[in-house]
């Protein structure tokens, strides 16, 4: 079955130090994934796609195919970047583009 | 900012009752696909419509259904509200095509009681 994990439902750390924040897939297929990002009071909003391969907000993930893996990492993290994250696996097993989210995780920057 | 907007933003109602959220797409956008999120969960795919026509479903009870109208606006009804109906409800619309994109609204946050 298709899955998305988020192993961390909470990361803390200091502005300036690295942020990764976890995501494993199950999927039989080539997948094609995603980061949302949930800032306070506002809508879920596409942070970055694999297969854009671009860095957004001094973030990136690539994915690791041997380890099912999509991690999204920052070298160093602004108070800003406080937020929840979700990661996101297209689903095309079944008609139309359905999007898989993990549960999230709230990432939260302290100066 | 995209332009995807829900209305009602808070709706409450008793358990058997029935209710219409409604979504207006993004200017241009074909697809409309909506999503449950209980608290402390990510979203959970309901269904999709494309070009007007349901395009794929989540494991849903049939008291689910949708509907997509011209010019970018569609709606969620859902019959017979439960208890664990309680949630945010999403729409999110895109272009289908290879790079398709998913905006989200605001959502509508419904409690059942």
Redesign the interface.
């Known amino acids: 079955a298709q899955r998305?994990t988020?192993p961390e439902k909470l990361l803390s750390v200091f502005k300036g130090a690295p942020v990764e924040l976890k995501c494993n897939y199950s999927y039989s297929g080539s997948p094609e994934l995603f980061w949302?990002v949930q800032y306070s009071r506002q809508?879920?909003?596409?942070l970055l796609?694999h297969?854009s391969r671009e860095s957004i907000k001094g973030f990136t993930a690539d994915l690791n195919k041997g380890e099912t893996s999509f991690h999204l990492k920052k070298p160093f993290a602004q108070e800003e970047d406080s937020a929840m994250y979700?990661c996101?696996l297209k689903?095309d097993n079944?008609?139309?583009?359905?999007?898989?989210?993990?549960?999230?995780t709230t990432l939260s920057v302290s100066s | 900012e995209t332009g995807v907007t829900q209305s009602p933003t808070h709706l409450i109602k008793t358990r058997g009752q029935q209710v219409t959220l409604r979504c207006s797409s993004q200017s241009g956008h074909n697809t409309v696909s909506w999503y449950q999120q209980a608290l402390g969960q990510g979203p959970q795919f309901i269904f999709q419509y494309y070009r007007e026509e349901e395009n794929g479903r989540g494991n849903f009870p049939p008291r689910f259904s949708g509907l997509q109208f011209p010019k970018y606006s569609s709606e969620l009804n859902v019959n017979a509200l439960e208890l664990d109906d309680s949630a945010l409800y999403l729409c999110a619309s895109s272009l289908r095509g290879p790079s398709e994109t998913q905006y989200f609204g605001p959502g509508t946050r419904l409690l059942v009681l």
């Open positions: 998305v988020q949302y809508r879920l909003q596409l796609r297969i979700y996101a689903n079944q008609a139309g583009t359905a999007l898989i989210f993990g549960k999230g």
